[in-house]
Nanobody
Framework: QVQLVESGGGLVQAGGSLRLSCAAS????????MGWFRQAPGKEREFVAA???????????YLSDSVKGRFAISRDDAKNSLYLQMNNLKPEDTAVYYC???????????????WGQGTQVTVSS
């Protein structure tokens, strides 16, 4: 059974940092895109960041405009894990953050085949 388990969420003051982790089990995703999405109360789930495989050991990283310059995505295929480093957090970053893997189409769409349960990030002003 494939599982994605997020960790690292919490409460932080504006300007602070958090590092989210996503541990995958049940299969490897070294040749698949993996991404982070978030969903705030009353809003749709939105794309935050993704990393895609381009052959060999080459991966590309993509970030939404709202987090560029503040967030960074990385992966460790040896650990079958995905990370999201979040710096200079703002109250508008408050949301449940989800890890996802293996999208059938664009990495920006929400139709990934596998999802974690989510981890809450709350940024106080």
């Amino acid at each position: 059974q494939v599982q994605l388990v997020e960790s690292g969420g919490g409460l932080v003051q504006a300007g602070g940092s958090l590092r989210l982790s996503c541990a995958a089990s049940g299969r490897t995703f070294s040749k698949n895109a993996m991404g982070w999405f978030r969903q705030a109360p009353g809003k749709e789930r939105e794309f935050v960041a993704a990393t895609t495989w381009s052959g060999g050991t080459t991966y590309y990283a993509y970030l939404s405009d709202s987090v560029k310059g503040r967030f960074a995505i990385s992966r460790d295929d040896a650990k079958n894990s995905l990370y999201l480093q979040m710096n200079n957090l703002k109250p508008e970053d408050t949301a449940v953050y989800y890890c996802a893997a293996d999208p059938p189409g664009s990495y920006r769409n929400t139709d990934y085949n596998y999802w974690g349960q989510g981890t809450q990030v709350t940024v106080s002003s």
